[in-house]
């Protein structure tokens, strides 16, 4: 169309340049054809892409990711040019879309792509230790020494792409296929079912995602494997309240990571089930639509009615088990919610201890004081100018007399220290009755009143 834009894959070009792989692998393809030569299908390894240029009733391709090697550029290129990938294609895998579903219509027949986009979660169970996350990835910013706890920053990514030739042919490409995709279209080459192919493309999409749904199922349940053994040392450690260990059993960067994982879990189905819905709605329009030029015409249109009821069906079931998954991820997120604010308590909880020892200490320290009180009077008042001594040498010993001013200090002294104990205890009684409260809360509600009278009089 004259608004769509084809840089010729500018945007991949740049972006593969970029990166720098040592000791690349050789590129090839694994291809499974149907051709008039060939009608019962066999697979074939290709050095180059020259090979997809040759008509083919059915053509599944599995290539590697794109973008994986800079002297791979070339070859991907090509690829691109002789199913003439839409530039959108290519753009979105350097833009790491977590969804993306597109159905267009050109000159050549119709093609149909998405990419997929999800965490990677490999578990590592050494002996005496309980499973952890495998880092099979570290972080750009990790710059030498130990790890996180629970950190992995792989990703499965895979992208796919079916072309529907005006000749009647369908190809499908598949890059950076998981093994359980590759394995799945095994089986389906070998059960010989792929006659509806002709009828209802989106039948390869059936078989692909559910593939994707046994991959997506693993990484969940990796992550729930993983997650259970350090959700229940939180439990036991709350209950039996060993704090000496807390530094060795506890790790908040391990809950995090755990936690961070589980985001990116949902968010890759979330994704899923946005990419169900438009496959259903494509698979569903493809059969009524003129999209179907150049398929088989003798397939009669209640076979090609049954075989897209067919295609729908089974999507809204791998649909409902996307569901399913995602509700064993969302009761998964509580769970890491729950343990995260119990490890919180568990560490409150033993502030609280600490701040009690130090209550004690600050106790025992006063009670010492009271010890040393008395003396501590006595030789206050002797030590002041209350009493006077006075050497006689008649009796040839010291005359120890008070001054008036002892007897005047304490006629002010010990009524002052009842009257300062009353109030005390009255204030002590007052502050813990009914009444007490109630005033409290009179004298608080008098700011708020009078702004309110304010109010009222000003918009009166």
Not at 1 to 23: I, Q
Not at 77 to 95: A, K
Not at 170 to 183: E, Y
Request: aromatic fraction near 12%; charged fraction near 20%; proline fraction near 4%.
């Amino acid at each position: 169309m004259s608004w769509s834009r084809e840089d010729d894959y500018a945007a991949f070009k740049a972006a593969a340049s970029s990166y720098n792989s040592p000791n690349p692998r050789p590129w090839s393809l694994l291809v499974w054809d149907v051709a008039h030569a060939n009608p019962e299908g066999n697979w074939h390894v290709e050095p180059s892409s020259d090979c997809l240029r040759s008509e083919a009733t059915l053509r599944i391709v599995f290539a590697p990711l794109h973008g994986g090697q800079r002297e791979w550029i070339s070859d991907f290129v090509e690829l691109f040019r002789v199913l003439n990938v839409p530039s959108d294609f290519t753009t979105e895998r350097t833009q790491s879309v977590c969804h993306s579903f597109a159905s267009r219509t050109d000159r050549h027949g119709t093609c149909s792509w998405f990419h997929f986009l999800f965490k990677n979660i490999t578990i590592r169970h050494e002996p005496g230790k309980m499973p952890e996350v495998d880092l099979r990835i570290p972080g750009r910013w990790q710059q030498g020494g130990a790890s996180l706890p629970q950190a992995d920053y792989s990703w499965l990514v895979a992208s796919f792409f079916m072309r529907v030739h005006t000749h009647g042919g369908v190809t499908l490409v598949c890059f950076g296929a998981p093994p359980r995709v590759r394995r799945r279209f095994e089986e389906f080459v070998d059960s010989c079912g792929w006659d509806d192919v002709q009828t209802n493309p989106y039948v390869l999409f059936d078989v692909l995602l559910e593939g994707l749904y046994f991959e997506v199922d693993k990484m969940v349940w990796n992550m729930n494997t993983i997650f259970g053994p350090l959700e229940h040392s939180i439990l036991e450690l709350a209950h039996t309240k060993d704090y000496g260990q807390l530094n060795s059993r506890l790790s908040f960067a391990a809950l995090h990571n755990c936690a961070k994982h589980i985001i990116y879990l949902g968010e890759g189905l979330d994704a899923a089930l946005l990419l169900l819905d438009s496959a259903l709605a494509h698979a569903r329009d493809f059969g009524r639509s003129e999209n179907t030029r150049g398929l088989a015409a003798n397939a009669g249109r209640p076979r090609a009615e049954l075989v897209t009821r067919l295609v729908r069906e089974r999507l809204s079931y791998r649909k409902s088990l996307f569901r399913s998954t995602q509700l064993r991820l969302s009761s998964l997120h509580k769970r890491i919610d729950n343990s995260i604010a119990l490890a919180f308590n568990v560490v409150t909880q033993k502030d609280s201890m600490v701040v009690t020892r130090d209550s004690s200490v600050m106790k025992m320290i006063a009670a010492i004081t009271m010890v040393f009180l008395p003396t501590t009077g006595v030789a206050t008042v002797v030590g002041s100018q209350l009493l006077v001594s006075e050497w006689q040498k008649e009796s040839q010993s010291w005359n120890v007399m008070a001054t008036p001013l002892f007897w005047t200090t304490w006629w002010i002294t010990i009524p002052l220290t009842v009257c300062v104990l009353a109030v005390a205890f009255v204030w002590q009684w007052w502050s813990h009755s009914e009444r007490a409260q109630d005033q409290t809360r009179k004298i608080l509600r008098k700011p708020a009143n009078l702004f309110a009278r304010g109010k009222t009089a000003s918009t009166g």
